[in-house]
Structure formats: C-alpha cells, structure tokens
C-alpha cells in the first residue's frame, strides 16, 4: 500500500526530517470550501489594504528570515547563503507589488468612436491553484502568490512532497501579516489528486511552475474543464559569449549562472555557446573558476554549493552526463557520483557539446556545465535556437546593437546582455515554445490572473 503522506528528507544527510499526511477527500472539500468563501470576502477589500498587508508581509519575512533558510537549507540542501537571499528577495518582491499593485490594476481609460465614456477594470476571477517546485521553495510560490492576492483572488498551494514545512511556514506568515484565514492556503494531496481538484468549480484557473511533462499534464485538464492556465517550465537557456566580450566578466557570471543552486534553477546558464576565437580561453578560465567550486554542508559558510535535492533526481542528471560523454562530450572535470551519504553531484564540465547530446537537447537540472563552440555570431544564434525550449538567454559582447539585433531573433521570454538571467518583480519572466505561456511578475503578471471587463457608457 502506497505511504499516503508527503515525505521530506535532508538531501545532504538522506536522512528523514518530516513526514506529513495527505489531506482525505472531505478534507479536500472543507478546504476548497474555505477558500471559496474567503475569497468572496477577499475581493471585496480594498485593494490599499491589500497592499498593506503585502507590505506587512515583506516585514514578517525579513523578521523570519534565519528560520526560513534554515527550513530550505535542511528540506531541498541550497546553502544557508542562497537561502537567506531567498528570503529577501520574496520580502522586496512584496514591497514592490504594495508600492506599485493598485497603479496597475487601476481602470484604464479607454477611448472609442462610440462611447461618452470608456474604460477597462481587472477583476478578480476567484481562487487559483499553483502547483509549485522545490528548488525555490518560496520564491516560486511566492512570486505567483503575490500579484493573485493583490488583484483579489484567493490562492491555494500544491507545494512539492519534498518542501512542506517550507509551504505551511509561508501559510503561518501571510497570515501573521494579516491576511484573512484561507485566503492563501496549502493543500498537501498526492499528484493524483490534483485533476479533481483542477476540475473542482471553485478553482478558477491554474499556475504551474516545474517540468514540461508537469505542465502537459495540467495543461490538458484545465483545458477540459476551461480554465486559464499558465506555466512556467523547463529550459536550455543559451549563455552566448562573443569574440569581443570582456572574459573575465563573463567566465564570473558563467559560473554563477551554471552553479547557483547546485544547478538546479529553470532560468539559468546551461549551454555556453563560444565563439571560436574566445572559446579555448574561456575554457581554461571556466576550468579554473569551476575547480574552485565547493560542493559540500550546506549549512557551512564555505560550501558554495549544496547537494542535489533528491537521490533520484541526482541519478538522472548522472545518466544524462553519462549519454553525453559516450556520444562524444568531452569530460573535462567531475562528472562521477561520490560516495557517502547525502546526494552531493560534483562541478561537471563538458566540452565539445552539440545537437543531438542530451547535454545539449535536454535540461540538466544540476551543476553540470556544456561547453559549445560556434564559428561566429550568426552560428551562436542558431545553436541557441536549435532547442525544443525557449525560457530566457544571455549574450555577452561589447558592441551592444549586435546584442540588441540578436535578442530580437532569440526564441526565448527573456535576453540578457552582459549578465545573467536574473528574475525581478519590476519586468515579467516566462517561456516561448515547450518553456510555457503566460507571464509572471511586473504588471503583467498582476493582470494575467485577472477579467479585464470593458466598461462602455453613452450619456444623454
């Protein structure tokens, strides 16, 4: 008989650290219910007070933020320093949607050959399930929570197995901001459960951040039962390094892209495309910076990075190096599982990547770098739109009218010049092609989970 609860172990001891159960049906029901109910009452707030609640929330999380790293280091293993960043990115993501949320979901004046008088409103539509990931436990959930609430819709959370004392956490400090009881609301159901729950009338929509099967998956039911969806999901992101490009920057900000997080972030440097000219030196560099890498104890000051969040998903990202090689990717450092306990995944690096290597064609969710040469800007190109994907990507050059021209002919949701991919509340973040639809974040994302209703008057 199947273990009928969410399980959470250390991913840097392998060892069991919570074990919660999963809700019964009545259970379900009772909380659907709620928050039906409370989202009625939420809609019909003020959108001020909503936003001083947010602004309460950003305070609640700076004032729990040692508790809150502390959960995320021991439930998903990123080190105590990307925790805490974390954290702080969710409190300043909080202030920005108070400062700026009602300026945006204002009537907007509309004119027309027709009307005295014309405008927009954006309305909330109801409750919204998100069904989030683990590799940021609550800037995932907290990035698609904020904008829903503020336009008026209640929120419920399907959190991953794996993270469920960080999902409750954040339950315990929106409401100790002030949010009304079930307003925001975790549901702790196995996957299976969800299509119910999806097909439930109380549930208006759906967002989802995770893998492209995940999404597939919600994807099809919410259209069955015709329900917006949006989804945030896998990715290949190119990392383009020009023949003129300062090196050192872009070797600094290579590492940082690839290694964050021990790899594991959807929006991330994961084939670094190399023009010809550049692409030994920047190898040697890379080499060098990766050798420097710690992957160790999360919860030491010292290790850069932490394990692999779980056995199996270390094993996957194992196989794919493995596939790699024996189709001809060059290993030039780690990539050989390490004994002990925990799921530690060394700083992997692969050269000679091309079309057709998993390194290349799939997301390698972990610390595993693929190195990609390219004869020149428009080769560069190519190679970064030879994917099934299209999430984000980087181009590093001096000359910024070539970086401009060839964002415009990148297939992805978002370019960044002389950096790298780097969420913020003030633009929105999403995919092209198998990387999803919709937006998240900036105004955009306040007004993706909202009716936009035509308001039209003529007078006399």
């Not at 204002?106 to 998100?130: C, H, N």
Request: hydrophobic share 45%.
């Amino acid at each position: 008989m199947p273990d009928m609860h969410a399980i959470s172990r250390n991913p840097a001891t392998g060892e069991e650290i919570g074990r919660f159960a999963f809700l019964t049906a009545s259970e379900v029901e009772q909380t659907l219910a709620n928050a039906a109910a409370a989202q009625k009452r939420w809609a019909a707030t003020p959108i001020e007070q909503r936003a001083a609640i947010m602004t309460r929330l950003a305070s609640v999380m700076r004032e729990r933020v040692e508790e809150a790293a502390a959960i995320a280091t021991a439930e998903m293993g990123k080190t105590l320093r990307e925790a805490r960043a974390e954290v702080e990115k969710c409190a300043a993501t909080a202030d920005w949607f108070a400062r700026n949320g009602a300026r945006h979901l204002a009537d907007e004046p509309a004119e027309t050959d027709t009307a005295d008088e014309a405008y927009v409103s954006f309305l909330p539509i109801g409750v919204i399930l998100g069904v989030m990931p683990w590799n940021f436990p609550y800037w995932q959930a907290v990035r698609a929570a904020l904008p829903i609430l503020l336009g008026g819709n209640g929120f419920i959370l399907k959190h991953a197995p794996n993270v469920m004392r960080a999902a409750f956490l954040m339950e315990e400090m929106f409401r100790a901001a002030g949010l009304p009881e079930h307003v925001f609301s975790v549901l702790n159901v196995d996957t299976p459960a969800i299509e119910s729950v999806i097909a439930d009338r109380r549930i208006a929509a759906v967002t989802l951040t995770g893998s492209t099967r995940a999404g597939a998956a919600v994807a099809s039911l919410a259209g069955r039962h015709l329900k917006k969806s949006v989804l945030e999901l896998g990715g290949t992101d190119a990392f383009i390094v020009l023949a003129d490009a300062d090196l050192d920057g872009a070797v600094r900000f290579a590492i940082a892209g690839r290694f964050a997080n021990a790899g594991q972030v959807c929006l991330a440097a994961k084939r670094i495309i190399l023009e010809r000219p550049i692409a030994e030196a920047f190898t040697q560099r890379f080499l060098q910076a990766a050798r420097e890498q710690c992957a160790g104890d999360p919860t030491d000051e010292r290790s850069t990075m932490g394990p692999i969040a779980r056995g199996d998903l270390r094993d996957g990202v194992h196989d794919q190096v493995q596939h790699s090689v024996a189709a001809g990717a060059a290993l030039l450092l780690g990539g050989e599982l390490p004994e002990g306990p925990g799921f530690f995944y060394p700083p992997t690096v692969l050269a000679d990547v091309k079309p057709g290597m998993a390194a290349f064609d799939e997301e390698v969710f972990g610390p595993v770098a693929a190195l990609v040469v390219a004869e020149d800007a428009e080769h560069a190109l190519l190679l970064a739109n030879t994917s099934e994907y299209g999430l984000s990507g980087n181009i590093w050059t001096a000359d910024e009218a070539k970086a401009r021209t060839l964002a415009r002919r990148m297939e992805t949701g978002g370019v960044f010049v002389n950096g790298f991919t780097a969420s913020n509340a003030r633009v929105p973040v999403g995919g092209v092609k198998k990387s999803g639809y919709g937006r998240e974040l900036s105004y955009f994302g306040l007004r993706e989970f909202t009716n936009a209703q035509t308001v039209w008057t003529r007078r006399g």
